[in-house]
């Protein structure tokens, strides 16, 4: 399946997004930003989806950002600029407040708008190879509030003032140093390390890890904004489960597991 540039896929529980334009580095369109939330949405409905994976097609890029090409026609006049920022603002949020896992697979360039979707997953791996970068102050830019917050709150204020007043390129061994990645593998080991990590977070238990979601969600809003009853709720949830009564069977006859999300 694919919807305007993205192709979609599930196997092994996982929902794989994969931004589908090599030939320009896998840059964001308009058409590409406003099919996220329902891609997002389909993951969320199927029950076989325990796990949502985004990613990009090659072997050069994850996404080097927005596809300039369009700036003239869908990012001039302040209307346009709206609907654009628009159509980013719900494609980082549906990402953002996904239920389920969301991961990044960062194979080459992760440059602006494409970093600030990565960092809108709950994990990123890359390889040693790949490349990091904000590049708004070398475009003339405004780099909006939101992926600033989000940036600041993934690794750091240091860190991001350096990232985003320099706009320089860091590598992958640097992303992990300052926590823009969680994991790095080399090149040659990339697709099974990062299978086997996606496929152990796609056998654990669905009740459960959409409980810790929310409440790492929770955790970036000040306290008096925190919804610490749905947090609770999930909780308690996870307790009366006939996964929590499969999980205690499986500990006691030290076999895996299988969990069904009920």
């Known amino acids: 399946m694919s919807d305007a540039n993205i192709l979609y896929d599930v196997k ?8 589908n334009q090599p030939a320009k580095m896998n840059a964001m369109t308009f058409d590409m930003w406003s099919s996220v939330p329902g891609l997002i949405a389909q993951a969320e409905a199927d029950r076989a989806v325990r796990v949502i994976v985004l990613t990009g097609a090659g072997e050069k890029a994850f996404c080097a950002g927005a596809d300039i090409s369009q700036f003239g026609e869908k990012r ?8 654009y920022e628009a159509a980013v603002t719900a494609g980082m949020s549906a990402v953002s407040n996904a239920s389920k896992p969301v991961v990044a697979r960062i194979r080459g360039y992760a440059f602006g708008g494409g970093l600030a979707l990565a960092l809108c997953c709950d994990l990123r791996l890359s390889t040693d190879g790949s490349r990091f970068r904000i590049p708004a102050a070398r ?20 860190p991001a003032s350096d990232l985003l007043l320099s706009a320089r390129i860091v590598d992958g061994t640097e992303g992990e140093r300052l926590g823009l990645v969680n994991k790095m ?28 979601k929310l409440a790492l969600a929770e955790t970036a809003k000040s306290k008096s904004e925190r919804d ?4 609770d709720a999930l909780v308690a949830a996870c307790f009366t489960s006939a996964d929590y009564k499969e999980g205690q069977a499986a500990f006691k006859e030290k076999r895996n597991p299988d969990f069904r999300g009920e």
């Open 12 to 19: 092994n529980g996982a929902a794989v997004l994969t931004l």
């Open 76 to 83: 001039t006049g302040e209307e346009a600029v709206k609907a």
């Open 139 to 158: 475009l003339g830019l405004g780099y909006a509030f939101s992926n600033v917050e989000a940036l600041v709150h993934r690794i750091g204020l240091g």
């Open 185 to 212: 593998w080399a090149a040659a080991d990339f697709d099974a390390k990062a299978d086997e990590y996606i496929g152990g977070i796609a056998t654990n238990a669905p009740l459960t890890l959409k409980a810790l």
């Open 228 to 231: 610490r009853a749905a947090v």
